[in-house]
Structure formats: structure tokens, C-alpha cells
T-cell receptor
Framework: EADIYQTPRYLVIGTGKKITLECSQT?????MYWYQQDPGMELHLIHY???????EKGDLSSESTVSRIRTEHFPLTLESARPSHTSQYLC????????????FGPGTRLTVL | GQNIDQPTEMTATEGAIVQINCTYQ??????LFWYQQHAGEAPTFLSY????GLEEKGRFSSFLSRSKGYSYLLLKELQMKDSASYLC???????????FGKGTKLSVIP
């Protein structure tokens, strides 16, 4: 099973601030994902990466951006946070050894005032 | 595209057995997954089916019928801690992405 970490766990910030949500995994997984989930609602894929220097947008349009400079690290950035960005952000990873089973980090609960 | 359907809510009694159904329509198929998600927490992996039949793992079992586009998660000897949302997810052929259903919120009552 993957060891996957997210920081911060909780973040409350004001409108207009730039934020970066961190996600790291120690299993050498090549595939990583960002999901957005509102309370009681379904998971929506917003970004994914199949390897270093490879990033794609997911099914749900998001104003956030991602980068994948190192295999283990997949940060998500919001240049100018707005109240509509308030949500839980979940990072996940997998590779072929895991038979595509995605393992999730603990999540970051973001509140934008 | 992919479409996944599962009941929104279910209630069951402690010690009982509950079956959570999932039907799916997908262009190609590479596996079906069940996750458990407690309120406010991240999903945790429960089971994976790629071939037809039943996979058993302790109190949890998962069944798949690819021809019917149907799966179920069976939880035995229910405990209060099993109160959570159960997410059905499908991986399409040649895809490394999972499409998640909206989840079934299970409430276990004494």
C-alpha cells in the first residue's frame, strides 16, 4: 500500500491569496491524481499525471494548476483563491504494480473566506 | 463515456448483512473497485474485481458480472464503525483513470 502525504491538512485563507497544496508519495508511483470533493458529494478528477513533466486536466474544470518535476511530488497551485474554491482536495497515486488501484492521501480541507 | 449508478442511502442493523449494488456502463473495462469513505476522510481501498465472480476479504466480499455491468459489495456482521459511504469506481480499457459513482451512504443502527 502507498504512503502518500498531503499538507496542509486544513487551510483557511482570504480571497485573492496564492496557495499551494502539497502531495508526496514514497512508493515510486508514476501516476498521480488530484480530486475535488464537496461534503457529501462525489469525487471529481481535476488533474492527473502519468509521469515527470506530464500533466493533464481532468473531467472537472478547475482554475488550479499542477506540476510534476519529480516522481514523488505533485503540488497543486491556486494563483488567486476565491470562496468558490472552498472544498476538500484529495491526492492519489498508483502504478501498474498496483493494478490501477489508487491510494489516497488524507486530503486538504480548504476554506476561502 | 462511463456511467455508474448506486443507491444513495441504506440503513442496516448492527450484526446484520447488507448488500450494496452498483451498475455501470463503460466503454471498455479494466476493473471495478470499491472504496470506503468515512465522513470528512479520504477514501480507503476495499476491493478490486476484474474477472467475474466473488472476491472475499474478511467481512467484506465483492461480486462482479461483466456481462451484466453489475457489481455488489457484501458486508457481513455489520459493526457501527461500518457507517460510511461506499464508492463504486470503474476503470475503462486502456485508462489509468477511475470514474467514481456518487457513493452509497450506509448507516448502521443498533
Amino acid at each position: 500500500e502507498a504512503d502518500i502525504y498531503q499538507t496542509p491538512r486544513y487551510l483557511v485563507i482570504g480571497t485573492g491569496k496564492k496557495i499551494t497544496l502539497e502531495c508526496s508519495q514514497t512508493m515510486g508511483h508514476d501516476k498521480m491524481y488530484w480530486y475535488q470533493q464537496d461534503p457529501g458529494m462525489e469525487l471529481h478528477l481535476i488533474h492527473y499525471s502519468y509521469g515527470v513533466n506530464s500533466t493533464e486536466k481532468g473531467d472537472l474544470s478547475s482554475e488550479s494548476t499542477v506540476s510534476r518535476i519529480r516522481t514523488e511530488h505533485f503540488p497543486l497551485t491556486l494563483e488567486s483563491a476565491r470562496p468558490s474554491h472552498t472544498s476538500q482536495y484529495l491526492c492519489a497515486s498508483t502504478d501498474d504494480r498496483e493494478l490501477h488501484t489508487q491510494y489516497f492521501g488524507p486530503g486538504t480541507r480548504l476554506t476561502v473566506l | 463515456g462511463q456511467n455508474i449508478d448506486q443507491p444513495t442511502e441504506m440503513t442496516a442493523t448492527e450484526g446484520a448483512i447488507v448488500q450494496i449494488n452498483c451498475t455501470y456502463q463503460t466503454s471498455g473495462f479494466n476493473g471495478l473497485f470499491w472504496y470506503q469513505q468515512h465522513a470528512g476522510e479520504a477514501p480507503t481501498f476495499l476491493s478490486y474485481n476484474v474477472l467475474d465472480g466473488l472476491e472475499e476479504k474478511g467481512r467484506f466480499s465483492s461480486f462482479l458480472s461483466r456481462s451484466k455491468g453489475y457489481s455488489y459489495l457484501l458486508l457481513k456482521e455489520l459493526q457501527m464503525k461500518d457507517s460510511a459511504s461506499y464508492l463504486c469506481a470503474v476503470s475503462g480499457a486502456g485508462s489509468y483513470q477511475l470514474t467514481f459513482g456518487k457513493g452509497t451512504k450506509l448507516s448502521v443502527i443498533p
